[in-house]
């Protein structure tokens, strides 16, 4: 169901999100990890809306990535696409969904979240995620000239996973922020608009929060981030 809503345009306020953090991370990398760790404590701060997405194209080394999703894998490879490059690797953050980094370096990925901070518009746009009984309400301001399409992740805020073959053999990591289900709500022309979507379409087990994001462009060209939200699902 969508809700029409009457609301001025205007930029967002000190309360809305400076970045969206990508991290495509695998359980069977070993350079992982470092950047698992960074994730988490991105994931600390109010500022951020700080992601895992566990890719699956490294399911063939040993160890089958138990987080894993295609749609990660395929998510990363389109961002490569729209940049022009074959840059598809882990550790990798994408940064607003225009800039790619290391997912290990600290240094890197706040100096891109820095650069890419009022480019394309991105993060201009105040999104405001809640819950309210068994729905989840997607609230997205007016903004001129611009379209994108609005989606919900269902997260799992951390997830321990002890791993028994492959490269990270007998280790046990915390995954942060981990997504767990993603939900296309709409496409959004610019109008504020509000959308409600019932909990059962994204529930999973071990999903304790969601993420809501409106980003440039479509599911296999992604581009810039122009708002985010996030919230926890338990009391």
């Not at 490879?77 to 953050?93: I, N």
């Not at 790619?100 to 370096?105: A, E, I, R, T, Y």
């Not at 990925?109 to 901070?117: D, G, Q, Y």
């Not at 496409?187 to 994204?202: F, H, K, M, R």
Request: with cysteine.
């Amino acid at each position: 169901m969508v809700l029409g809503m009457l609301m001025m345009a205007t930029p967002a306020d000190a309360g809305d999100p400076r970045g969206v953090v990508e991290l495509f991370t695998s359980q069977g990398c070993s350079s992982c990890p470092p950047a698992d760790k960074l994730l988490g404590e991105f994931a600390k701060d109010p500022s951020l809306i700080a992601l895992s997405l566990p890719i699956d194209y490294w399911d063939y080394l040993g160890w089958k990535d138990t987080l894993a999703d295609s749609r990660f894998s395929a998510r990363q490879k389109a961002y490569s696409a729209v940049r022009g490059d074959r840059d598809v690797y882990t550790p990798q953050v994408v940064v607003n969904g225009v800039r790619h980094v290391l997912g290990s370096d600290r240094k890197g990925i706040e100096a891109a979240l820095e650069r890419s901070h009022g480019e394309h518009g991105i993060m201009s746009v105040p999104v405001k995620l809640s819950k309210a009984g068994h729905y989840l309400n997607v609230s997205v301001a007016a903004s001129a000239g611009h379209h994108a399409e609005v989606w919900i992740c269902a997260v799992s805020k951390a997830v321990p996973i002890t791993i028994g073959r492959g490269e990270n053999s007998g280790h046990q990591i915390v995954y942060h922020n981990v997504v767990r289900n993603v939900l296309k709500v709409g496409d959004w022309d610019g109008t504020a608009n509000t959308w409600s979507v019932p909990l059962e379409n994204i529930s999973r087990e071990g999903v304790d929060a969601a993420a809501a994001y409106v980003q440039d462009g479509t599911r296999d060209r992604p581009g810039p981030m122009l708002g985010a939200a996030y919230t926890s699902l338990t009391n």
